[in-house]
Nanobody, 127 residues
Framework: QVQLVESGGGLVQAGGSLRLSCAAS????????MGWFRRAPGKEREFVAA????????RYADSVKGRFTISRDDAKNTGYLQMNSLKPEDTAVYYC????????????????????WGQGTQVTVSS
């Protein structure tokens, strides 16, 4: 069992930056692929970014590529999403998720493989 708690959300102006954190507890976090998803009002949940448990593989949604950076610090059992050049369309509730895998290059974009989810943190970008 893994518990995930997101933090770092808030209100920011367009062009600004935020860094989201995802603190994990329970089973060893280091063998989990970590992903970030978001759900905007009236829209479906969408993939944002993922990082393999080795940290060697990452994947990003086209909409955030070049602006967002995913990382992890397994010594702290924490994952991060650095969000720069934020746009109003980035406004959403952001969720971190964990997928247990033995494949150190596994970075799925679909939510199905992610067994554990946090409660979400609101990000609002004003224009």
């Amino acid at each position: 069992q893994v518990q995930l708690v997101e933090s770092g959300g808030g209100l920011v102006q367009a062009g600004g930056s935020l860094r989201l954190s995802c603190a994990a507890s329970g089973r060893t976090f280091s063998r989990y692929t970590m992903g970030w998803f978001r759900r905007a009002p009236g829209k479906e949940r969408e993939f944002v970014a993922a990082i393999s448990w080795s940290g060697g593989s990452t994947r990003y949604a086209d909409s955030v590529k070049g602006r967002f950076t995913i990382s992890r610090d397994d010594a702290k059992n924490t994952g991060y999403l650095q969000m720069n050049s934020l746009k109003p369309e980035d406004t959403a509730v952001y969720y971190c998720a964990a997928a247990l895998t033995s494949d150190n290059d596994y970075v799925p974009m679909s939510p199905g493989p992610y067994k554990y989810w946090g409660q979400g943190t609101q990000v609002t970008v004003s224009s």
